[in-house]
């Protein structure tokens, strides 16, 4: 019991009191610890705590520059990786409200979430992705700075920066613009099953609060790792893989992607994997379909 004890460090929602305080409420408390595990170039990176403070503070900057009042939106448009953390936490640090996108989406439906949510900034990743976004940047005055985290060569629109040259070398995290819980914190579009999509209003205490009523389902150590997969625009890896994730003190890594999700399994052995019944499904028939194709004593 105590060795559990030792290993349970939990954020209350009293204590966190915003989705940004959260974050800095678990940097203060295990700034050695790793907070995220991702992979470039080769290898899986380890992040910490500390070192996301210092990350969270250089996109803060870049945000601040960008002269933006409290409320206004801005748009994620990244597959889930730590720069999808940093962002939207500079931007809850800022009083800015966060609009989470899909990375597969039509042109067309991007255009119409952006507008409808009057979206400053979008931060998103590729060359192909920004390829589909000029079909439409007719339909996108609303938008005053695009952010790739890619270099996009010749690419004639003003408004387009590379994060590399957008984001300044370092900085010093400002405090938290005043929040008070109840206050919007994102704007979650779903398709619903007629017409446009619909944009969900959520506050900082309305996460907050499924977070911690969450842990009441089931404990989470400070020595869990979780592997991360399904998107970080839906509310459920959202809230459990992240809020969630942050307020037990555990570790978060990033898979790869879905066709290498059985070695990232093998590389990463979680301790914790949120998924959906299809991709049990989906295990459950391919382990069907190897015993068919095997002789009948397997």
């Known amino acids: 019991v105590e060795m559990q004890t030792q290993k349970e460090d939990v954020i209350t929602p009293q204590q ?3 989705l940004h305080g959260l974050f800095v409420e678990r940097a203060r408390r295990s700034p050695e610890n790793a ?12 992040l910490t705590w500390r070192e996301m403070l210092g990350e969270v503070a250089r996109w803060q900057s870049a945000l601040l520059r960008e002269n933006m009042a409290a409320g ?10 730590p720069q999808w953390v940093m962002f939207e936490q500079a931007a809850m640090s800022l009083g800015l409200v966060a609009v989470p996108l899909y990375v597969v989406d039509r042109p067309d439906n991007i255009a119409y979430i952006l507008n409808d949510a009057q979206v400053k900034v979008l931060l998103f990743e590729t060359d192909e992705q920004w390829q589909a976004l000029r079909t439409v940047i007719g339909q996108l005055g609303c938008v005053q700075r695009f952010v ?15 994060a590399d040259e957008w984001l300044p070398p370092q900085a010093t995290l400002q405090p938290e613009r005043e929040r008070k819980r109840d206050e919007l914190a994102t704007i979650m579009y779903t398709s619903g099953t007629t017409g446009k999509p619909k944009g969900v209003m959520l506050s900082h205490h309305n996460i907050v609060y499924n977070a911690c009523a969450g842990l009441q ?3 989470i150590r400070t020595d869990d790792t979780w592997l991360s997969f399904l998107p970080l625009s839906h509310a459920f890896e959202r ?12 570790t978060v890594a990033f898979a790869r992607s879905i066709p290498l999700l059985a070695e990232d399994l093998k590389i990463i052995r979680p301790t914790i994997l949120i998924a ?7 295990i459950y028939n391919a382990i069907h379909a190897k015993l068919e194709a095997a002789p009948p004593l397997r």
Not at 148 to 162: F, H, T, Y
Not at 239 to 250: D, F, P, Q
């Open 72 to 81: 206004d939106r801005v748009a994620i448009m990244l597959r889930n990786c």
């Open 276 to 282: 959906v019944p299809r991709i049990f499904e989906r």
């Open 16 to 18: 966190a009191g915003t």
């Open 35 to 46: 907070a995220y595990r991702y992979f470039q170039q080769d290898s899986w990176h380890d």
């Open 239 to 250: 809230t459990v893989g992240y809020y969630m994730s942050m307020m037990g003190g555990s």
């Open 148 to 162: 790739s985290m890619d270099k996009i060569a010749r690419n004639g629109d003003p408004r387009l920066q590379c």
């Open 217 to 219: 389902t089931f404990p």
